[in-house]
């Protein structure tokens, strides 16, 4: 089975600090998301990566950074956390490359981020 | 562009009775169409998808799901609703823009089940 782990389930963070939230993907998969799940709204895609060191923007990058500097992680950068980031996070793989259609997404458990 | 509605945001089943979760797409094409199902604290889980071919497609979980073109609709349906069925279902659909295939989410249905 894919596994998909995410290094906090809650955090809680403090207006303006540095936030980095991590994600383990553990069957070498390509292709690796990060979301933002907000109610009313379901998953918005932030940022996503199909291969080491390579980035591209999602729908609503703003005031948020990525790194992929191995294959089997994924880590989401909020350079200065501000309160209207409270939101749900959650991180995503897939095996199928950029141009295939397969396209069955395994998920994360996710990471309920409050930011006060 | 790719889009994807759910109409209803809540909705609440007996248990034993049967299940319709409504989902519109916008797309000219023949579009790739999931249902997925986020249990309470949990991440999400694909429960059937569609591409091409048959347009009844088996899912897990006994959830099944009826693409019809005619109506732009992927609605997940499921004879009998049992307890633990409460979660939140969310229908998606494949964006192809830029080379680069992302998925597009509708914002989803919560499901209540009453005892």
């Known amino acids: 089975d894919v596994k998909v782990t995410q290094s906090s389930r809650y955090l809680v963070k403090r207006t303006g600090e540095k936030v980095f939230l991590e994600c383990v993907q553990d069957?070498?998969?390509?292709?690796m998301f990060w979301y933002r799940q907000d109610p009313g709204l379901g998953l918005r895609l932030i940022y996503f990566?199909?291969?080491?060191?390579?980035?591209e923007k999602g729908d609503i990058p703003e005031g948020y950074s990525v790194s992929r500097e191995k294959k089997e992680r994924f880590s989401l950068i909020l350079e200065s956390a501000s309160t209207n980031q409270t939101s749900m996070y959650l991180c995503?793989?897939?095996?199928?490359?950029?141009?295939?259609?397969?396209?069955?997404?395994?998920f994360g458990p996710g990471t309920r981020l409050t930011v006060t | 562009a790719q889009s994807v509605t759910q109409p209803d945001i809540h909705i609440t089943v007996s248990e034993g009775a049967s299940l319709e979760l409504r989902c519109n797409y916008s797309?000219?094409?023949?579009?790739?169409l999931f249902w997925y199902v986020q249990s309470p604290g949990q991440g999400l889980q694909l429960l059937l998808k569609?591409?091409?071919?048959?347009?009844l497609v088996q899912g897990i979980k006994g959830f099944e799901a009826e693409f019809k073109r005619s109506q732009s609709s992927f609605n997940l349906r499921k004879p009998s609703v049992h307890w633990s069925d409460a979660a939140e279902y969310f229908c998606?659909?494949?964006?192809?823009?830029?080379?680069?295939?992302?998925?597009?989410f509708g914002a989803g249905t919560r499901l209540a089940v009453h005892p």
């Open positions: 998606a659909v494949v964006r192809f823009s830029g080379g680069y295939n992302k998925l597009i």
């Open positions: 990566s199909y291969d080491v060191k390579m980035k």
């Open positions: 797309y000219g094409a023949t579009p790739y």
């Open positions: 069957m070498d998969h390509e292709n």
């Open positions: 995503a793989t897939t095996s199928t490359g950029a141009l295939l259609i397969s396209y069955e997404q395994y």
């Open positions: 569609y591409f091409s071919g048959d347009t």
